[in-house]
């Protein structure tokens, strides 16, 4: 192990360098990349690794950065890639298709809001497009957790029970951008921790097709399957977790995160480095006297709807604040887990942040100001936090 | 940046450091603003304290103002928001300083600020600040780091934040080493020493008292997007933001330094590329006559020069200059001189051409007195005709005759001579050239079959000689390499060419020497001829193996003859072994000095150029000293300033060109006579270039060519084309330097705006 000052997209190429060389015994690894900003530094910094049995293809798109990722998993390589932005909706159509047919291809985004009208900062808008296509979805709040997911996203895409791509997403810029020390173990111990990649269904000897025609009765075969294996996928990340610990030691963070929520009558419920940001809302509002606690979801697909529920159960006012919006709806992640909170319990959507506010503490405190005297909740709300 | 105790420099004394500590960091997007905040950070890192790290990026690119932030503690840090309150702030760019970068900030916050100005110059100011000011920027500069558009500080102005700090210098080390900065510690050490610190008032230190961070009850109103149509910077003045622009200066081509003519060798070839042969001429016949001899036989310094050798070979300038004479028919007309002087040259060689061609040019009477039968000195009598033919020469010497200059033949001047001819004029120039060619001292020197290489030359120019036999030149020059190619011309069996050094320092034109080979001459290299043997006629020389010794002043290695010889028959030698200078024709009473003939402590209006004052030996050195001297006499006998002296600053260098903004694209070259077609025929054998297209190969270095690369590479599209080039729109230039950075010529550079003075890294 050792200390480097990183940042969370060279971190992100890091994990990824690592988990291809762990692969040099099997069928090595193949990464097609286009850049994008806030997400260029990644694949700049992929490009720069000397990987055995390794390739990192340049190519002009988007669409076709993962089009290499499809061919090479399908081929039995572990792949992965990173994007942005609209660069993730050019590529949106070739991630259906990594998804539908279960090639576990990891993919870092950087995420960045959608345009035009152009605009080179954070939201959630970008990953989220991809809510419902059956790739897991995780949104990261610090340079150590980046780092831990990307490896963990091989181990849970490549689980035979799961085999399908992973998002590993990081705000772009807050934390894309940002430096800090990271903890970085030894190949070996990568090594352990990861098996070596096996696609079943790769292409082999025997030619065969991927993703050919199918009947309705076929599609709804699939789907079920597909969506019993991401629901499972749950279970098997618990079980990462402990392997994680044994290997690296240190514990790879929960599904959701809890912070201080135990005893709290108010909670702040959110995603990606805004969670970070709450925790520190908590102590201030704590040392204030007021019972306050934040949960995070980390693992967004699948939604690990018992632990949230869990973790609502008793509390009377939860605050969501979504770094994104479902227009005509509201803030995605609130829509998600307003049902989990127990009957009667005041959930109020905030949006904020879009387009890469700053969302300081201070905004924060005035949501919560906002929520505490209600009795109902109102519509979602929107902050500017230029 | 291991996370090993050892490396970290142990637990220190961390009183002074309040925690958790942030910092911001002010610049312009290209000084490396990010990287000042990430090397603070691993600065902090060495202490064994967490971190946190980042810029906040904007779209606006370099030039832009741009804020980074460091946060530091004891413990992992949570928060993910901008730094709004912080304890140090470090200020990249003066221009930047007001209210804005200032906000935030608590009595007793540290300030370092990158300026000239020194402290006193801020009284009253930052007065409750710990405040330091450094000049980043000069230091930086001195020790080039940096672009050739944008000097980059952030190195630098650390060494002044460690010094504020109390923190030794050595803590930057570790830092730096570990992104890759090393070779910047010492600017950093320079700012160290340099940083001027300004004691802090005493005041209320205490941050609480501050008011508490509020956030605006409202945003400013903004368009909905369908109205959201323009650009809204235009309203915003962004060159405001700029210390330092962009501006267009010619700067000197390597080509045009090299050439002892003083051409304009950028100047005709853009003249050709984009106006043809004639307009290419009119610039050309500004600086010489002879451009037809030139293109065939100058040692083409110009090409050695060139910048393009570094990329894909250098152009083929003599060549171009060929095709100029070739096809063009310019006549320049004689100008009226305001006072018709009258001046007598004696020499009619190319120094003596070039001198009566410029002071005719400019409307005075000039006289060339000719010792032999006809004008062109070496050119008539030395190059031989399958590398100047005579109509070729005839040409030139038309053209100078046509524009007025007077000749007269056979006049072989004494020193009485002299001095009749400088009292019949009002000014006489001396351009006789070399003296007599130089011998070899060794035994059987006097035996028939030896002769001087040029007198050879001379003999086969006017008749027709025939040799047989195995013929031997002594020399390397390009005298030797004339007399190899013509002997083998007039008949020789064999021709080998004894030359004392290697082939890499032989004087002649390489070209030639090539050539030379493929018609057959061989080359025995590190020989030196020892004793010439035969009964009556030479028949064998007697040569000692060479080595290269001690290098000389001059660099090139003295030959040290050794004792081991080898004999070489042979039916013929020639000697090229260069001439003497001889100047005992001269008056007895003048004295020559400067370039000039002097009686006692009087100037006498007499001058010397070409050969005889310089010995530079090639017709284009005599070229531009004849002009030279011509303009300097000119001067002095009209009271009016001389030439002006050829700029000091140093040409554009290879390493300014931007290479990658060129195609690739091979020299054109001459196309030669076969050798085969070339033994027994005085026919040319290189005939020159098959059009003009080499011209397209100038990267015409230093010199704007309109290519547009500067208007595309704005990133703010405020450079726009005008009636003489460009125009930069100063209201909206950040001075992000890209326009300088992207010039693939090295025609523009960066100034600072409030000192007019030069301020990128050269």
């Known amino acids: 192990m050792s200390l480097k000052l990183l940042s969370a997209n060279h971190g992100a190429a890091l994990a990824a360098t690592l988990a291809a060389r762990a692969n040099r015994t099997g069928r090595g690894f193949c990464s097609g990349v286009y850049p994008i900003t806030p997400s260029t530094e990644c694949m700049e910094y992929l490009c720069l690794q000397e990987i055995e049995k390794g390739r990192v293809v340049k190519v002009e798109s988007e669409h076709s950065a ?33 998804a539908f047919m279960r090639l576990p291809v990891v993919l870092a985004v950087a995420n960045r809001t959608l345009g035009p009208p152009w605009n080179i900062w954070a939201d959630h808008g970008d990953s989220l497009l991809l809510r419902d296509q059956g790739l897991i979805q995780f949104y990261c709040a610090d340079n150590q957790e980046l780092f831990d997911t990307v490896l963990c996203a091989f181990r849970l895409a490549e689980d035979a029970s799961v085999m399908m791509p992973a998002m590993v ?36 000897d025997m030619p065969h097709t991927l ?72 102590d201030l509002l704590r040392a204030q006297g007021q019972k306050v606690g934040s949960l995070r979801v980390r693992m967004f697909r699948p939604l690990p709807v018992e632990e949230i529920r869990e973790c609502f159960a008793g509390k009377q006012r939860i605050a969501v604040i979504d770094r994104d919006i479902s227009l005509g709806f509201g803030g995605v992640l609130w829509g998600e887990v307003r049902s989990l909170a127990d009957p009667g319990a005041v959930v109020q959507s905030y949006m904020a942040g879009l387009g890469g506010g700053d969302v300081r503490p201070e905004h924060i405190v005035r949501m919560l100001a906002d929520l505490l005297p209600r009795k109902l909740a109102r519509r979602p709300t929107m902050m500017e936090a230029v | 940046m291991e996370n090993d105790s050892s490396h970290q420099t142990a637990a220190p004394d961390l009183d002074y450091l309040s925690l958790p500590l942030e910092v911001r960091v002010h610049g312009r997007g290209g000084q490396g603003g990010v990287t000042c905040a990430k090397l603070i950070a691993s600065l902090y890192t060495q202490m064994g304290l967490h971190v946190q790290t980042f810029g906040d990026y904007g779209s606006e690119r370099s030039g832009a103002p741009i804020q980074a932030f460091t946060r530091v503690d004891r413990v992992a840090i949570a928060n993910r928001n901008k730094v709004y309150q912080p304890d140090h702030l470090i200020v990249l760019d003066e221009a930047l300083m007001g209210p804005q970068v200032l906000s935030g900030t608590a009595p007793g916050a540290l300030l370092l600020l990158n300026s000239r100005s020194n402290p006193e110059s801020y009284a009253g100011l930052y007065a409750e600040y710990q405040f330091g000011v450094v000049d980043a920027t000069a230091i930086a500069r001195e020790h080039g780091i940096g672009s050739n558009s944008v000097v980059i500080i ?12 109390g923190l030794p210098l050595s803590a930057l080390e570790m830092a730096y080493v570990s992104l890759g900065l090393g070779g910047d510690l010492a ?20 941050p609480a008292a501050l008011a508490p961070i509020t956030l605006p009850a409202a945003f400013p109103p903004v368009m909905p997007t369908t109205e959201h149509c323009a650009d809204s910077p235009a309203a915003l003045k962004t060159g405001a933001w700029s210390t330092q622009a962009p501006r267009y200066r010619e700067q000197s ?84 001189a305001t006072q018709r002087l009258r001046f007598a040259v004696v020499g009619g060689g190319p120094a003596g051409l070039s001198t009566a061609y410029q002071l005719t040019l400019r409307g005075h009477a000039v ?9 062109g000195g070496v050119l008539r009598n030395g190059i031989p005709a399958f590398r100047l033919p005579q109509e070729v020469l005839q040409r030139d010497l038309e053209r100078i005759l046509r524009l007025g200059v007077e000749a007269r033949f056979n006049i072989r001047l004494d020193k009485a001579g002299l ?27 006097g035996l028939a079959g030896v002769e001087q290489g040029l007198d050879f030359l001379d003999r086969a120019k006017r008749n027709k000689v025939e040799l047989q036999g195995h013929v031997v030149i002594v020399g390397g020059g390009n005298t030797a390499i004339d007399c190899a190619r013509t002997a083998l011309r007039c008949g020789a069996a064999s021709v080998k060419l004894v030359y004392r050094r290697g082939r890499e320092e032989m004087p002649a034109i390489a070209e030639e020497v090539e050539s030379a080979e493929l018609e057959g001459v061989r080359l025995l290299l590190h020989r030196q001829p020892v004793a010439f043997t035969g009964n009556g006629a030479v028949s064998a020389l007697l040569v000692a193996e060479v080595e290269p010794g001690s290098p000389d002043e001059s660099g090139r290695r003295r030959p040290v003859v050794t004792q081991r010889t080898a004999s070489l028959a042979c039916d013929k030698v020639l000697l090229a072994l260069g001439q003497s200078s001889a100047m005992d024709f001269l008056p007895d009473t003048w004295q020559v000095r400067e370039g000039r003939a002097w009686q006692g402590d009087q100037a006498l209006n007499v001058w010397f150029a070409g050969d005889c004052a310089s010995g530079e030996g090639t017709v284009t050195h005599a070229i531009g000293n004849g002009r030279r001297m011509a303009l300097a006499a000119l001067a002095r006998l009209t009271d009016t300033p001389g030439e002006a002296l050829r700029e000091a600053e140093s040409p554009v260098a290879a390493g300014q060109i931007r290479f990658s903004h060129f195609e690739v694209a091979p020299p054109h070259r001459d196309k030669e006579l076969p050798p085969s077609a070339r033994r027994g025929s005085f026919a040319e054998s290189s005939l020159g270039l098959a059009g003009p297209e080499e011209a397209d190969r100038c990267f015409s270095c230093g010199q704007c060519t309109e290519c547009d690369t500067c208007l595309i590479y704005c990133p703010d599209g405020v450079i726009s084309r005008s009636a003489d080039g460009y125009r930069i729109d100063a209201d909206y230039c950040k001075g992000c330097g890209m326009c300088v950075a992207e010039c693939p010529r090295s025609a523009m550079e960066m100034y600072e705006k409030n000192r007019q003075e030069v301020s990128s890294c050269r």
């Open chain 2, 367 to 375: 006289t060339i007195y000719e010792a032999g039968p006809a004008l």
């Open chain 1, 169 to 204: 997403c990081m705000d772009g810029f807050i934390l894309s951008h940002t430096v800090a020390q990271t903890d970085i173990p030894e190949q070996a111990q990568v090594d352990s921790f990861l098996p070596l990649t096996a696609v079943p269904h790769r292409l082999g």
């Open chain 2, 187 to 206: 600017a950093a050490e320079e700012a160290y020493e340099r940083v001027q610190m300004q004691a802090r008032a005493e005041a209320d230190a205490n």
């Open chain 2, 253 to 336: 081509a390597p080509c045009n330094f090299a050439c002892p003519a003083g051409n304009d060798v950028r100047g005709f070839i853009q003249a050709l590329k984009n106006d043809g042969a004639e307009a290419a001429a009119a610039v050309l016949l500004r600086t010489q006559p002879l451009p037809s001899v030139c293109g065939r036989v100058c040692p083409a310094p110009c090409m050695q020069a060139c910048n393009r050798e570094a990329f894909d070979g250098a152009v083929n300038i003599r060549s171009l200059e060929r095709w100029i004479a070739d096809h063009s028919a310019l006549e320049l007309v004689q100008q009226t």
């Open chain 2, 419 to 445: 001095l009749r001819l400088q009292s019949e004029h009002d000014a006489l120039i001396v351009c006789t050239g070399f003296g007599p060619p130089l011998g070899l001292a060794v035994d059987g020197a």
């Open chain 1, 66 to 98: 993962m089009g290499v990722c499809i061919g090479a998993a399908a081929a039995g390589a572990r792949t992965f890639t990173a994007t942005s932005s609209n660069g993730l909706a050019y590529m949106a159509e070739n991630c259906i298709a990594a």
């Open chain 2, 154 to 165: 952030n190195t630098t102005i650390l060494g002044a934040y460690a010094r504020l700090l």
């Open chain 1, 211 to 282: 993703g050919q025609i199918e009947v309705p009765h076929q599609t709804e075969v699939h789907r079920h399957q597909h969506h019993a294996a991401i629901l499972g996928a749950t279970r098997v990340y618990a079980g990462i977790q402990d392997e994680f610990e044994q290997i690296f030691g240190r514990r790879l963070t929960d599904a959701v995160v809890a912070y201080r929520a135990e005893d709290a009558e108010t909670l702040i419920v959110s995603m990606g480095t805004i969670g970070a940001t709450a925790e520190r809302v908590v």
